[in-house]
């Protein structure tokens, strides 16, 4: 999807090379739960803004089944984002260095993840048992729903508050116990988190 | 009109009796261990001794003196042999197996099971009872041959503790 985007990014930039509204960038997410990600993005419209987006996570979910649980995947997918002051009837101030958007982001993310889960079952006349469950190379899907803030300084920096990321994926284990993860990382329970994004723009 | 309040009774009573056998069926307890399986032996006589062997890694472990024991199985080996005195040599049980993890929807847990439990033929004591209403050997079912002791011991008969019970 990224490679998409980029070849997208690259005919449309030699094909209309001096469109003013035309944002090009790269950055880093984190999430409040320990997951991040780069981006690559592409402004094509004033008002919406496509995403190609990598991802990693890695988080220990509390699963009653099991004594411990590691979780670990890579995600890529692309997603957009909606923002609100160029949809206003108002227009933004040219003068002004500093520009804030409310914006709403959709993302979809394939992945493909990995568990290690065991039990000790506890011996009382002979040693303990570790009963391992683990699977590699599982499929999943992984989409996210986000409302937040966008700031871009002077048409180089952007920052991006958010602090409402929902979002979730899961995994049946070979057991068939469903394992919770999402891409937002950290994830034990309710799929919410918050987030925080810089990127470096040009056009 | 008696007709129609009959049928529709029956309905609402089919319907209360079809909610329960199905909420009855989830409620179905797990059979497995949450911890080191185990089978009891009981002996009306206090004197008597097993021996509870690993053959895999030569590790015993000798029961207590007393009215029941807790033969255990180790969940790292697969055979186990119970050498049995009461109070002199009566012979040796030997029990070949394979656990698993077995999942367990109705309490959200993991429990141990077994995915393979046969009686091994060079057993040399086929002399049991199972346990009977009154804890006598003489209420219970004797268990004298291998293909008895096969049929006792099965991966399935472990749900409840107090049906995998047997007498000397």
Not at chain 1, 25 to 54: C, D, H, M, W
């Amino acid at each position: 999807m990224i490679l998409i985007l980029m070849v997208l990014a690259a005919n449309v930039s030699g094909q209309v090379p001096e469109k003013p509204s035309m944002l090009k960038g790269v950055g880093l997410n984190l999430t409040a739960k320990g997951g991040y990600y780069p981006q690559f993005i592409i402004r094509l419209r004033p008002s919406f803004e496509l995403q190609g987006i990598a991802s990693y996570a890695y988080h220990t979910p509390d699963v009653s089944h099991f004594t411990k649980t590691e979780v670990e995947g890579w995600f890529m997918g692309g997603g957009l984002a909606v923002l609100t002051r160029p949809l206003r009837s108002k227009p933004q101030d040219p003068s002004k260095s500093v520009k804030g958007s409310l914006r709403l982001g959709l993302k979809y993310m394939r992945g493909q993840m990995q568990y290690d889960a065991y039990k000790v079952f506890e011996g009382r006349s002979f040693d303990s048992y570790i009963y391992r469950d683990s699977q590699q190379k599982l499929k999943t899907d992984y989409g996210e729903l986000s409302v937040g803030y966008e700031m871009v300084i002077k048409d180089r920096v952007k920052v991006d508050l958010i602090p409402i990321i929902l979002g979730d994926s899961g995994v049946y284990s070979k057991s068939g116990f469903t394992l919770p993860f999402s891409a937002i990382g950290g994830h034990t329970g309710f799929p919410l988190a918050a987030g925080v994004g810089v990127s470096y723009l040009w056009r | 009109m008696e007709m129609r309040r009959f049928f529709i009774l029956s309905i609402a009573i089919g319907t209360a009796l079809g909610c329960f056998l199905l909420y009855g069926c989830d409620d179905e307890p797990c059979a497995g261990f949450e911890a080191e399986p185990y089978f009891l032996l009981h002996a009306d006589s206090l004197n008597f001794k097993v021996y509870c062997t690993n053959n895999e890694t030569g590790d015993t472990v000798h029961t207590n003196e007393r009215d029941f024991a807790l033969l255990p199985f180790d969940m790292n080996a697969t055979q186990m042999k119970y050498d049995i005195y009461a109070p002199d040599f009566k012979g040796s049980l030997i029990l070949d197996y394979i656990l698993r993890g077995v999942e367990c929807d109705y309490r959200s847990k993991m429990l141990l099971g077994f995915d393979h439990l046969s009686v091994n033929e060079s057993s040399t004591f086929r002399d049991f009872y199972t346990l009977g209403i009154y804890q006598s050997r003489y209420s219970g079912i004797r268990i004298d041959s291998i293909e008895n002791l096969a049929d006792f011991f099965t991966p399935y008969s472990y749900g409840d503790v107090s049906n995998w019970t047997i007498r000397l």
